[in-house]
């Protein structure tokens, strides 16, 4: 695979047309590292927890987004044992919002036995909406608001919401305000049949109206990866997954008993070893027949959500609690949604290594969202250009290429499945768990999102912590 990087980098005529305009939003929160005298200072990752990840349609299927959510808070506050009157602010994410649990962040809260006096909030930044809720919590701690929060994110695409088209909806409301039978017989009468025609939602770009699928394509063709490549590092992802699963290394999985069915649902079901030969065979998914994105090397649509508590190291130590991880750095970082919509780990992994003035090789563990195997292979090889770099980084060296034996070891959204929101989280909880079980220092997180948006954080071992 390292291979396959190195021989075939970002060139100026593979590089079709990619926006050069870059936003960056920064934020660091504790440039200081460990010491006893600034253990007020530092952020703190106790642990994590998250519902198995599920293939939208299965297990879930008669489930809301609220049950996933209010189980994950349960199962965080079970696993770590933390009285939860301590807990000041709730932060959780979620991207296709359930109209009656619009903050389902409250009512979550609510529903796992939280005090109606604790606040909570929802956020939504697509891929990375738990990033942004831990971010968010870091930033309120920091501040001095609070000191201890449950961050977390919820996906449920087994039920989406779909809407009466606007002409439908026009309608609803007139004859809802219609004051005689007259009236709204009248405003009935005039429904034809076109109105009937529901708004579906799509993984698509509003500003673009191009589905992701389909801006992966063109990623992978821009940076000449190939059908082969996909395939291999896809099964690269399964294979992992398959090895950690078998293995134990899934901890932060809550096992979840689905209501009035028989049934535990204790692993996640979308990982899948397949064969070179056999992954060879599937269609192309979205730019039909000549794309290399197909239904293998895609992440697919997921059901699931996760949780986590953060806190002040100070508050932790008085808690008695023995975290996993410091919660170091972090950056978010937007570019061009159209041509480089696939491209945040690329911008966010060298501005977020400047902040916390670490290199590449300090880095022991590597967590990278896998919307899409080109995706992967399209980012590596724009970190190992040189004229990448100098054209759309401002730097005048390419970042280089991660060790990958050390990233993604233990699979990665590809295999181990995708509920947009809750991501983050499961990011932030491998890691810090590999951390302790890998015996390295830093580990970092970077994930691509909707909107031409990127995340980059680094989290670092905490001393004597343990799986």
């Avoid at 005090?115 to 942004?132: E, F, G, K, L």
């Amino acid at each position: 695979m390292l291979s396959l990087v190195k021989n075939s980098v970002a060139t100026k005529q593979g590089f079709i047309k990619y926006g050069a305009a870059t936003n960056y939003w920064n934020v660091i929160v504790n440039k200081s590292y460990a010491t006893k005298d600034n253990a007020a200072k530092n952020i703190v990752y106790v642990d994590g927890v998250r519902t198995p990840f599920l293939q939208s349609g299965t297990s879930y299927k008669n489930l809301t987004p609220y049950d996933l959510a209010r189980h994950s808070l349960v199962a965080l506050q079970n696993k770590i044992k933390f009285p939860q009157e301590v807990v000041e602010y709730i932060v959780y994410g979620t991207v296709m919002q359930e109209v009656k649990t619009s903050n389902i962040g409250r009512e979550a809260a609510l529903a796992a036995g939280y005090s109606d006096r604790t606040p909570a909030h929802t956020v939504t930044m697509a891929c990375i909406s738990s990033n942004q809720a831990l971010t968010t919590g870091m930033g309120l701690i920091a501040c001095g608001v609070y000191d201890v929060i449950v961050a977390g994110g919820v996906e449920f695409m087994s039920d989406i919401p779909i809407r009466h088209n606007r002409r439908m909806r026009s309608l609803m409301l007139q004859a809802n305000k219609a004051k005689t039978l007259g009236q709204t017989l009248s405003l009935l009468g005039s429904i034809r049949p076109q109105h009937f025609v529901p708004d579906l939602p799509a993984v698509a770009e509003f500003s673009s109206g191009e589905t992701m699928g389909h801006s992966g394509d063109r990623l992978a063709a821009a940076f000449g990866v190939s059908r082969k490549e996909q395939d291999e590092y896809a099964l690269r992802s399964h294979t992992l997954a398959a090895n950690a699963q078998r293995q134990g290394y899934l901890t932060d999985i809550a096992p979840y008993k689905v209501p009035n069915v028989d049934k535990v649902v204790d692993k996640d079901n979308g990982i899948r070893v397949s064969t070179p030969e056999q992954l060879a065979k599937l269609k192309p998914a979205f730019v039909k027949p000549y794309g290399s994105v197909t239904a293998a090397n895609a992440s697919f649509l997921s059901d699931g959500a996760s949780a986590a508590l953060i806190m002040s190291e100070q508050r932790a130590l008085q808690l008695g609690l023995t975290p996993k991880a410091y919660l170091r750095n972090f950056t978010y970082v937007s570019q061009d949604p159209v041509d480089q919509l696939l491209l945040g780990p690329t911008y966010a992994v060298p501005k977020v290594l400047e902040k916390a003035k670490l290199s590449m090789k300090d880095i022991g563990v590597w967590e990278i969202h896998e919307a899409f195997a080109g995706q992967i292979l399209a980012n590596l090889k724009a970190l190992d250009s040189d004229w990448f770099a100098q054209n759309y980084l401002g730097r005048s060296t390419k970042v280089g290429t991660p060790d990958l034996s050390k990233w993604n070891a233990w699979g990665g959204s590809l295999s181990i499945g995708h509920p947009f929101a809750a991501t983050g989280v499961r990011l932030a909880t491998h890691t810090a768990n590999r951390l302790i079980r890998e015996d390295q220092q830093f580990g970092l997180i970077a994930a691509c999102a909707a909107g031409g948006q990127g995340v980059g954080m680094i989290m670092e071992r905490y001393p004597g912590a343990k799986v």
